[in-house]
């Protein structure tokens, strides 16, 4: 009885763990499958560094990725997919790399981990304060803002969020919109919405560093394809702002050295691409020198003036010039000279004195 009672009762327990080992594997398995796809789904976009080197990986949310080597004449860019918790970077055909994704961090084939830069603090949320009072005071504002940014499609979102700014240009909440319309227009792969939303997001806060390396990726990119100068020029433009900012006071030095040290070589890059500047203009010739005058020649030896007996007064007056006085007796007139008296006679010359 006792032999047939547990006869009886084996098949029930194995039954009971091969029904626990099911649930087990199931279990297991559908939870591999929910953090392969949160890590296919989730963004890995960011500035890592691979730990103990100076080498630094940047991933866009659609741009492809910049892979800087300290000594590569230039940084290695490409694409990138992701399979699972796989990522792998392409440069035209080739493989350049290949990561597992795990948390902030990335694993290459050879166990070296890429630390991913701390992200930068997000803005505050727009509808409090520290104090909770409203900061959109308008309720059809508010209202709008809200329907905008709950949106769950990404196109809807997008749209609604443009026509937010359309109806209320001088928001308070016109930098966290664009800034939302930033991530949206990336989720979308729409290059020149992304570079538009970038843009106006730099006219309310220039200082932004997510909008200025997303331009700068754009531009440079735009640049490398189109070879248009003025493309080049923005980009290098931007890339050199994006030297310029000061490292947030909310940051440590740590962190922003990373977060520096993965995006600096990307300026660096784009400035290279710039036209080089036009030489300076030459400065213009000196005068010329003013030709020597010459001297006026010595007048000529002349001889002094003569007179003589028979001249007549014309020929007195050429050689001496006209005479102080005259005076007139008869036939006679006399010319009175400085220091010479001529006596005429009938219009001659009769005497000298």
């Known amino acids: 009885m006792w032999s047939s009672a547990l006869k009886g009762k084996r098949p029930m327990k194995q039954s009971q763990w091969f029904r626990l080992i099911g649930l087990a594997v199931i279990t297991l398995t559908v ?7 949160s890590v296919s789904a989730s963004s890995v976009a960011g500035a890592y560094t691979k730990e103990g080197t100076n080498i630094h990986l940047f991933l866009g949310t659609s741009f492809g990725f910049i892979l800087h080597t300290p000594g590569e004449h230039r940084p290695r860019t490409g694409n990138y997919t992701i399979d699972g918790n796989t990522l792998t970077l392409t440069e035209g055909r080739d493989v350049q790399l290949i990561l597992t994704v795990q948390g902030d961090k990335l694993y290459d084939q050879d166990g070296n981990a890429w630390v991913k830069a701390a992200p930068a603090p997000a803005p505050a949320p727009p ?10 005071k308008d309720p059809a504002e508010f209202n709008a803002y809200q329907s905008a940014s709950t949106q769950s499609d990404p196109a809807a979102k997008a749209a609604a969020l443009e026509s937010f700014l359309q ?22 792969r729409d290059v020149d919405k992304v570079l538009s939303a970038a843009s106006r997001l730099l006219q309310t ?23 248009d100068a003025q493309t080049c020029d923005d980009a290098a433009a931007l890339a050199q702002r994006g030297l310029s900012i000061p490292k947030p006071a909310d940051r440590s030095d740590a962190d922003w050295q990373k977060l520096t040290g993965g995006i600096y070589p990307t300026y660096r890059a784009a400035i ?3 036209r080089p500047a036009p030489p300076a203009a030459a400065p213009p010739p ?3 020198p003013m030709p020597e005058i010459a001297p006026p020649p010595p007048p000529a030896d ?5 007179i003589a007996l028979g001249q007549t007064t014309d020929q007195v007056t050429a050689a001496f010039g006209q005479p102080q006085k005259i005076v007139k007796l008869g036939v006679k007139q006399i010319f009175y000279y400085k220091d010479m008296k001529v006596t005429f006679t009938n219009g001659k010359v009769s005497n000298v004195e």
């Open 272 to 274: 290279a691409l710039a």
């Open 286 to 288: 000196p005068p010329a």
């Open 302 to 306: 002349t001889p002094p003036p003569t």
């Open 127 to 136: 509808q409090t304060q520290a104090s909770n009072q409203i900061t959109i």
């Open 205 to 227: 806060d220039p200082n932004n560093i997510k909008a200025i390396l997303l331009s700068v990726l754009i531009k440079k990119d735009q640049c490398a394809k189109t070879r």
């Open 31 to 37: 939870s591999l499958a929910m953090a392969a796809q």
């Open 167 to 188: 109806a209320y240009p001088q928001s308070v909440v016109e930098g966290t919109v664009l800034n939302t319309l930033i991530d949206t227009y990336q989720q979308l």
